[in-house]
């Protein structure tokens, strides 16, 4: 059994952690930092953790509501790690979760208590590492070039196997395509930027925003408009070689039950249209690895 296999496979286990910082990465996305008191942390760059909402006593009532509202019990919360192994502490960076009345069935009820509940120095229960959305041991073996497109909090898992591989020294070129709304709503602009200026010909950053009015803020490195088969065939020269990363927002259960009910095809998000391009530029569906969230 592989190294990888090996960690995929142990049992979580439960923390106790300290969040020793709460930063503010965004208006509505914060990275939290966890010291979970000298325990043996073991895992890959790409999983998550989880978080049971239930140890809250903040959100008890609120859990309580939403679990009368739904008719189940609430479950616990996943969030990846966007601190890679080599780094001292684990960090989670978690999005708000936006409620809008019309379009979403209910609101969020962790991730807004994790971000804006001012959390440093508060003791949290969590069980990790989990989730298969992690490199191959023989990555190197099977490309040169690995590809990352993300939007908004897809990032998260990308930006951790970005360091990890970096600072491994794998053989790999990085192409890192990353969506988002507005300027002020890119995750870890700077240290993006900071780590393709160590590593010049092995990481390339390029940002996509779909609706920025500021025209200075477009280039070469910032595009207009949202990611298409047109800037992916730019970027995948080698569609045959390649192993692509992708992490964003898709389809969810309410979305294909509303469309059930209705008739009427659910409108594919982020994941389901990058998927489409990459098939139709030839790129096999086995060098495509996908983490969706909802």
């Known amino acids: 059994m592989s190294a990888a296999e090996t960690t995929l496979r142990k049992k979580p286990v439960e923390y106790e952690a300290t969040v020793t910082e709460v930063r503010m990465e965004t208006h509505d996305t914060a990275t939290l930092f966890l010291d979970l008191g000298g325990a043996p942390v073991e895992y890959k760059a790409g999983q998550f ?38 780094e001292p502490q684990v960090a ?20 807004p208590y994790l971000v804006h509940g001012r959390l440093t120095g508060a003791r949290v229960r969590v069980t990790g590492f989990m989730g298969p959305y992690v490199l191959p041991d023989d990555v190197e073996e099977r490309t040169d070039h690995l590809v990352h497109v993300v939007a908004g909090s897809g990032a998260v898992p990308n930006f951790s196997i970005l360091k990890d591989a970096l600072h491994r020294d794998l053989r790999l070129r990085h192409t890192f395509l990353c969506s988002n709304k507005t300027w002020a709503d890119m995750l870890f602009r700077e240290e993006l930027e900071k780590l393709e200026a160590a590593h010049p010909g092995t990481l390339r950053v390029v940002h996509t925003l779909t609706r920025e009015t500021d025209e200075p803020r477009f280039g070469p490195h910032v595009r207009k408009g949202r990611i ?63 983490e969706a969230y909802g």
Request: positive net charge; glycine residues 4%; charged residues 30%.
């Open 228 to 290: 298409n088969q047109a800037l992916l065939e730019e970027l995948i020269p080698d569609r045959d070689r390649c192993l692509v990363y992708v992490c964003g927002p898709a389809i969810t259960p309410w979305d294909r039950r509303k469309a059930l009910d209705t008739r009427t095809p659910a409108t594919p998000r982020f994941m389901e249209t990058v998927l489409g391009h990459l098939h139709e530029l030839g790129v096999e569906d086995k060098r495509i690895k996908r």
């Open 49 to 86: 953790l989880n978080i049971d909402p239930h140890q809250f006593p903040a959100l008890r009532a609120f859990a309580a509501y939403l679990q009368e509202q739904k008719g189940r019990r609430e479950l616990f919360r996943s969030y990846s790690m966007s601190s890679a192994p080599h």
């Open 92 to 111: 989670i960076t978690v999005k708000d979760e936006e409620f809008i009345p019309g379009l979403t069935k209910y609101p969020g009820l962790l991730a």
